[in-house]
């Protein structure tokens, strides 16, 4: 009777959470991150137990054949909502279809050919191996693509290994001791769906979570980020530092990078043309810049990249490098165009350590992008040393004072 009760509550628990899995899949437009195969799942696995409960004695009958390729359909398609909601665009319908069709089939000659025993046994060792296989696939994840959900991750691989362990001491008992060894009121049953309802209670609030966290952390992502670019704002720049500053002893240098005569691509070309050679320039600085580097577009034709434990050198050398590649590979092809080139000029900064001295270093970059500007432009620029503790952007503002005194 205990048994019926908790299978029942199990039946609730995945239908009412069938029904969420719908309604949060409708309304994320486009990318619905597998909460229609999670909902999928649910409704397979809670059909399954429903079925279960009305299929009488264990044996061979439709209801019975109809359970176990539904169970085995669920945990398909909880796999295929695993796989979309880490950007993997897997079939559903067709492979739905098939698992249970020649599952189905399978079991009928299975039966025929040797009893009821063999195919309970098939489908809990099937179950148990495809639940290995996902505990190997989710602990593979945590070093790889599901790096950022790792707590997460492992209690899924935690939950489902318990259920494999489950699966097989089944397997064990019904080669050993047949169908009464799964009798309802039997212990090993009642362990059995009291474990399913805790993974029905726990399991799908976890996807919701996880849900929330992606579209969280997607709507930060965009608001650290240019929208035409894709690069990094002012706003995730200063984050982004103040995560490689947490490093001791680190010293970047700022390259301040403006593109020149932009207002007259502008003017004479159109914002089209303009918003083509942003882009450009974003993709190379991309692949000019080092791997550790951070770049950033502080708005109109302005840009900036981080040279990370740059001397000077390195700062020289990465900022050559941008000039160069955006001068020989920015080019706008076509009659309007008449093969339209850019260059852009560059200011680089003093060395600096912590999120506090970025505004200074704005300064010295900007007052040697200015200088730069003023010598002809397509060129980089040094900011000046420091004087007596002024910055080098007032070095300027400085001597002047010193030579009217």
Not at 49 to 61: A, I
Not at 147 to 157: C, I, K, Q, S, Y
Not at 197 to 211: E, H, K, N, Y
Not at 356 to 377: F, H, I, N, V
Request: hydrophobic share 50%.
């Amino acid at each position: 009777m205990i048994a019926t009760l908790l299978v029942g509550m199990l039946c609730v628990y995945l239908l009412s959470f069938t029904v969420m899995f719908l309604l949060i899949s409708k309304r994320l437009h486009g990318e619905k991150m597998g909460m229609d195969a999670f909902a999928v799942g649910n409704l397979t696995l809670g059909m399954a137990y429903v079925l279960q409960l009305l299929e009488g004695p264990m044996g061979l009958s439709w209801m019975s054949v109809l359970n176990h390729s539904l169970t085995l359909c669920s945990l398909l398609a909880y796999c295929v909502g695993g796989a979309r909601f880490f950007g993997r665009d897997t079939p559903l319908l067709k492979p739905l279809i098939g698992i249970g069709v020649g599952y189905g089939i399978v079991q009928v000659l299975v039966d025929l050919a040797w009893g009821p025993v063999v195919r309970y046994s098939m489908l809990a060792a099937t179950c148990a191996v495809c639940f290995v296989c996902m505990v190997a696939v989710l602990l593979y994840g945590v070093r790889t693509f599901a790096r950022d959900l790792r707590g997460e991750v492992l209690l899924f691989a935690v939950l489902i290994g318990g259920i494999c362990v489950l699966n097989v001491i089944k397997f064990a008992k019904l080669v050993g001791g047949g169908l009464a060894a799964l009798s309802m009121d039997g212990q090993f049953q009642m362990v059995f769906y009291v474990y399913m309802c805790s993974l029905a209670t726990i399991l799908p609030p976890s996807i919701v979570w996880l849900v929330l966290r992606r579209l969280t952390d997607a709507l930060r992502g965009m608001a650290a980020r240019d929208p035409l670019t894709q690069l990094l704002n002012r706003r995730g720049l200063t984050e982004a530092l103040g995560d490689c500053f947490r490093r001791p002893e680190i010293k970047a240098r700022l390259l301040l990078i403006d593109v020149d005569h932009f207002k007259q691509i502008n003017d004479n070309y159109g914002h089209h043309a303009g918003d083509a050679v942003l882009c450009g320039i974003a993709d190379a600085l991309r692949g000019a810049v080092r791997k550790d580097d951070l770049v950033c577009r502080l708005g109109g034709e302005e840009f900036a990249a981080i040279c990370m434990r740059a001397d000077d050198a390195t700062a020289r050398r990465v900022a050559e490098r941008v000039r160069s590649t955006i001068e020989q590979k920015i080019m706008l092809q076509g009659p309007r165009y008449q093969s339209l080139r850019c260059t852009v000029t560059i200011g680089i900064s003093e060395g600096f350590g912590d999120e506090a001295s970025l505004e200074r270093a704005m300064q010295d970059a900007d007052a040697a992008l200015y200088r730069g500007k003023k010598a002809g432009r397509n060129r980089v620029e040094w900011a000046m040393p420091a004087l007596d503790g002024i910055p080098g952007s007032r070095r300027l503002e400085a001597e002047s004072e010193v030579a009217l005194s």
